[in-house]
């Protein structure tokens, strides 16, 4: 009731006309101050314009499928995306960087079951930020692994391909020698 009440009371003094469907993002900042001579009282106010995306721009935006989106809400991948009156999922600034977050965090090679589990323990909240750090940092060094073990692939790859290019130059030196 508090928060309808100064929702209204601002649209009013602000003129903003809001439909139904509109969502309107507010701080309220409330200082108190106390003396013994007075009590002062600063109200500062923040709107914030919060840009919904459809389903079919986010999946553009981040060159991700709309069923991988739906998938990765589904299975808790990324917390659930609000809906407008129509059911049509309206994806905040928020619910975009799950989707860029997880889009990295899959790209490095980490697993849904991993990323699921720091998901539900976000959704707890601060208790969970310790476990929260533990699992990044478990994920960081399998991940440095990973990649030391792709640089030494990359080092065989090229030593391998140095390997058929003096291969060449000999041929083509023998094959110059014997014309």
């Not at 699921?116 to 208790?127: A, N, P, R, V």
């Not at 440095?144 to 003096?166: F, H, P, S, V, W």
Request: hydrophobic fraction near 35%.
């Amino acid at each position: 009731m508090f928060i309808f009440i100064i929702t209204e009371a601002l649209k009013k003094h602000l003129d903003l006309e809001l439909t139904s469907s509109d969502k309107l993002y507010m701080t309220i900042k409330i200082e108190i101050m106390y003396s013994q001579e007075e009590l002062d009282c600063k109200i500062s106010l923040s709107i914030k314009e919060v840009i919904f995306m459809t389903i079919t721009e986010v999946s553009q935006k981040y060159d991700i499928t709309a069923d991988t989106l739906r998938y990765y809400e589904r299975i808790g991948l990324i917390p659930p995306v609000s809906r407008n009156s129509s059911g049509i999922r309206d994806y905040t600034d928020e619910d975009c960087n799950w989707v860029h977050f997880m889009k990295c965090m899959r790209g490095a090679g980490l697993s849904i079951e991993v990323l699921i589990e720091y998901i539900s323990m976000f959704q707890k909240g601060s208790s969970t930020i310790n476990a929260r750090k533990e699992l990044l940092i478990e994920q960081r060094s399998k991940l440095a692994q990973k990649i030391k073990e792709m640089q030494q692939t990359l080092e065989r790859l090229d030593n391998k391909i140095d390997g058929y290019e003096e291969r060449m130059l000999a041929k083509e030196k023998q094959h110059l020698a014997d014309s």
